[in-house]
């Protein structure tokens, strides 16, 4: 009778209910990101754009990262193996473009109103040639980016 297999059916039951806890914790993760956007506002001199408030989203990359990487070590995620891989892919891939944005944002934040200073400019042309080029990259890229 069913008594027999009642050890193997909790078993399945217990294996099943579990790769659904995961599955369900994935989506969720993935539609928390639906509604997420960066934050551009004016820089001082109004004639470009700058990334702002970062905290929530770091949050959130952070908790998501590590809530992955959770994942991909339990027991019950082979079903879910690739999804959770590319999940993973995709979360590295924001933390490495976030991280890079930052860097270049803060550079250029440095350095725009050193070489902003005609003085500067004359005392140091090349270098200010070079920066004018970069400018003009951060600009044209803070401009799609606010598109």
């Not at 001082?44 to 908790?63: A, C, N, S, V, Y």
């Amino acid at each position: 009778g069913l008594e027999e297999h009642i050890a193997v059916l909790e078993a399945v039951s217990e294996t099943a209910t579990k790769e659904w806890g995961l599955e369900k914790g994935l989506d969720g993760m993935i539609s928390e990101w639906k509604p997420v956007g960066y934050e551009l506002v004016e820089s001082k001199d109004g004639e470009t754009f700058i990334l702002r408030g970062l905290d929530e989203l770091q949050i959130l990359l952070d908790d998501h990262i590590m809530k992955t990487q959770t994942m991909k070590g339990s027991p019950h995620m082979k079903p879910l193996e690739s999804r959770v891989i590319d999940w993973e892919a995709t979360l590295t891939r924001m933390q490495d473009i976030l991280d890079e944005w930052i860097q270049c944002q803060s550079g250029w934040m440095y350095l725009s109103p050193i070489f902003g200073s005609d003085d500067i400019m004359r005392q140091m042309p090349r270098e200010g040639k070079l920066f004018r080029e970069v400018d003009s990259v951060w600009r044209n890229t803070m401009e799609m980016a606010h598109k």
